[in-house]
């Protein structure tokens, strides 16, 4: 059997908006069954690092690869392994959940029967009387069970996630949290682009901070530098990672 590469990989990558460069040799993993914080102050280059993952932006240099699939040559194939979820979560106010997930999946090409979506949405933590009420009257944290449960469903390997948590009360976002240790015991690679620092020193495997383009520090949930978020937020307080409440 060939061995098994981590179903994230980024190597070296260069990258630049025109003039502006943003990636200058950033080099990041994500193993199978793990979740890694990826922070950084405003504009280091976080959601671009997401977007070079899902194909939507096209590096200059270096190596980039989804589940060994490149998604500059074959965004398609990149992306049929992804589940993303971007900040602000795209469904439709005029439909239910049931609705919302059973037309995102068909879009996905994976669409499934409604016992297993209910099922899905049950596992997201939304509970049963929100199951057809149209999405108008939802709460942020009730989309993105929605939008997680669409990606639990989904059954991919690699989860790409732009700050999450922003906007849910402390409820809410621990409610995620317990959902993303969930996902990760599923063996999906989770990439979670964050300002919450307590959030990933909570659930987070690795912590990598963006600082000039590349990842100059990674902090591990494990082992002689387990994370010591004092340390790690006066450290990096000036590159903007916040501590939430
Ligand atoms: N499509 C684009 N075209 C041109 N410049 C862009 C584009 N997307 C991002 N940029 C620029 O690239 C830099 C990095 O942006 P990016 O969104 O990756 O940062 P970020 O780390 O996610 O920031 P934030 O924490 O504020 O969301 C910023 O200076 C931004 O203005």
Request: aromatic share 4%.
């Amino acid at each position: 059997m060939p061995p098994m590469t981590d179903p994230i990989l980024i190597d070296d990558l260069t990258l630049a908006y025109g003039t502006q460069r943003v990636l200058s040799g950033l080099s990041l993993r994500v193993p199978a069954g793990s979740i890694t914080a990826l922070l950084g102050g405003n504009g280091a280059g976080k959601s671009t690092t997401l977007s070079a993952l899902l194909g939507f932006t096209r590096a200059q240099s270096g190596s980039i690869a989804v589940c060994g699939i490149d998604p500059a040559a074959d965004p398609d194939g990149a992306r049929r392994h992804i589940a993303y979820l971007p900040e602000n979560v795209a469904l439709y106010e005029h439909l239910s959940a049931v609705e919302n997930a059973d037309y995102l999946l068909a879009l996905s090409g994976e669409r499934q029967p409604r016992d297993a979506i209910v099922e899905g949405l049950a596992a997201a933590g939304l509970q049963e009387q929100a199951w057809d009420q149209r999405l108008g009257g939802f709460s942020k944290g009730m989309r993105q069970k929605v939008a997680i449960a669409v990606a639990l469903l989904r059954r991919v390997p690699v989860l790409l996630l732009d700050e999450p948590t922003s906007g849910l009360d402390p409820r809410a976002t621990a409610d995620f949290n317990a959902l993303l240790v969930q996902v990760r015991a599923r063996g999906t690679a989770v990439l979670m682009v964050t300002h919450d620092l307590l959030s990933a020193a909570d659930i987070a495997d690795r912590i990598a901070f963006i600082e000039a383009g590349r990842v100059a520090h990674e902090a591990s949930a494990s082992g002689a530098e387990r994370f010591d978020v004092r340390a790690l937020h006066a450290r990096f307080q000036a590159g903007g990672a916040k501590v939430a409440a």
